[in-house]
């Protein structure tokens, strides 16, 4: 009866092509491997999105090894995109097949932006209304940062056009992000005081393309901690500190308790990890970024401060932010707990000094000056914040007429975060946009908010009106076709014609001229991040508006795109 039925089949199935007979075979034998070992085979990282998808169709079996929410589509996203799995919980349900989908989406939509930036706004020193594109998009803005960021980390000094453009959309974007966190953070309850969230706040905003992360910065901090608990240990070792755990707040009261802690720190900080003030480069932006003053151990006043504090409240320490004229201080009670206390009842901490401690007299001689009362009491996140940002405007002010006045603008956006109606900053806000003759629009916004506040300010408001509206009419003529000939004197350096097909010297793509320049018409920033100087002609010579094979528009020197194309060149000389 078996046998009557194995006849049967065979005679119902017809029989495959000779040459497929192998391929069946061997397929046969991949499905009756064990799961894992399916998995492990699938997992390996030679197989692409679209091997896995024909394999999934094969049959029943591998369709179901292949499932969304399984580890072979987990690990094809991992090997895609391997910097988002920071943003996955291992306890959480995921459709990676989904995911893969949507990022990839993502992806796409991304490299079309940036392409288009390339064309809008290729004479833009900053766009004025090119971010709404990307304030509209659907799907995770993280995805979409992401591929901003595999842009920018192309191999070499390929697609620097994109690579340009991806960087300051992603600047933008990660920007109003930090700034809204910011914002959000500083609207809570006073007594709700993380100084160290605020400072990486800052520290995100000015460095926005650096990976830096609260939860990171308090890992390097928490390091610090476990090494001043094992010299504690030395000292005392049933100090009640050595029983907290990871994100206690409790305090010890006993002031001989307390001693024994800051000791530790103190061996810890300046003797064994080598901290110190920056005495040598004081006045450097570095001196303020958190995540700069741990990888170099050296800061100023207020950020040695901030790490000082940090550390001693994680070990019981109550010590308290003292915001001292010329120089950032710690403060430590000695008094009795719940006695009325003045000024001489605590002991000043120097961290920037290697937390020497200091008496209120040795706190006036340190800045040579007698001060009131009032300037020795404690201050909350939002007046820290205040000064920091203070000092980053104080030294974005310093930067030369060559720079693209970065620190300035991040600091200056900063200080309006917190104090929206500051009207000499508005003010210097809009000279500084009107001064780089970026974001009229913007500028306009400003000085109708600063002639509301202050209608006392209307001179100087009245006259950045009327030029920055000038500036508008200007920009309304220009957008008619220049005629540029190359037979004035003045483009006697101009080598090339419009409509010539190229091929670039030294990246080997092929173009065609669309426009020309005498010299570099972009600005300082531009020619910086493109590193423009390192020709042997610079800036200082004719640049090319080109379109290229692949659809995107560049803007090359002449020295670097002086080799005409061996195939039929068309001629349109202007």
Known sequence: ?????????????????????????????????????????????????????????????????????????????????????????????????????????????????????????????????????????????????????????????????????????????????????????????????????????????????????????????????????????????????????????????EIELQSQVLDAMNYVLYDQLKFKGNRMDYYNALNLYMHQVLIRRTGIPISMSLLYLTIARQLGVPLEPVNFPSHFLLRWCQGAEGATLDIFDYIYIDAFGKGKQLTVKECEYLIGQHVTAALYGVVNVKKVLQRMVGNLLSLGKREGIDQSYQLLRDSLDLYLAMYPDQVQLLLLQARLYFHLGIWPEKVLDILQHIQTLDPGQHGAVGYLVQHTLEHIERKKEEVGVEVKLRSDEKHRDVCYSIGLIMKHKRYGYNCVIYGWDPTCMMGHEWIRNMNVHSLPHGHHQPFYNVLVEDGSCRYAAQETERIPWNGSIKRNVC
């Not at 024909?54 to 991992?78: A, D, H, N, P, Y």
């Not at 996955?88 to 079309?112: F, H, I």
């Not at 109003?176 to 709700?192: G, H, R, T, V």
């Open 1 to 253: 009866m078996a046998a009557a039925a194995v006849d049967s089949a065979m005679e119902v199935v017809p029989a495959l092509p000779e040459e497929a007979a192998p391929e069946i075979a061997g397929l046969s034998c991949l499905v009756n491997l064990p799961g894992e070992v399916l998995e492990y085979i699938l997992c390996c990282g030679s197989l692409t999105a679209a091997d896995i998808g024909r394999v999934s169709s094969t049959c029943r079996r591998l369709r179901e090894l292949c499932q969304s929410s399984g580890k072979v589509w987990k690990e094809q996203f991992r090997v895609r995109w391997p910097s988002l799995m920071k943003h996955y919980s291992p306890t959480d349900y995921v459709n990676w097949l989904e995911e893969y989908k949507v990022r990839q989406k993502a992806g796409l939509e991304a490299r079309k932006i940036v392409a288009s930036f390339s064309k809008r706004f290729f004479s833009e020193h900053v766009p004025c209304n090119g971010f709404s594109d990307i304030e509209n998009l659907e799907g995770p803005e993280i995805f979409f940062e992401d591929e901003l960021v595999c842009i920018l980390n192309m191999e070499g000094r390929k697609a620097l056009t994109w690579k340009y453009y991806a960087k300051k959309i992603l600047y933008y974007l990660r920007q109003q992000k930090i700034l809204n966190n910011l914002k959000a953070f500083l609207q809570q309850p006073d007594d709700y005081e993380s100084y160290l969230e605020g400072a990486v706040y800052i520290d995100q905003y000015c460095n926005p393309l650096s990976d830096i992360s609260l939860k990171d910065i308090q890992a390097q901090i928490d390091s610090i901690v476990e090494l001043v608990c094992k010299t504690l240990r030395g000292i005392n070792s049933r100090h009640p500190s050595l029983a907290f755990k990871a994100g206690e707040s409790s305090m010890i009261m």
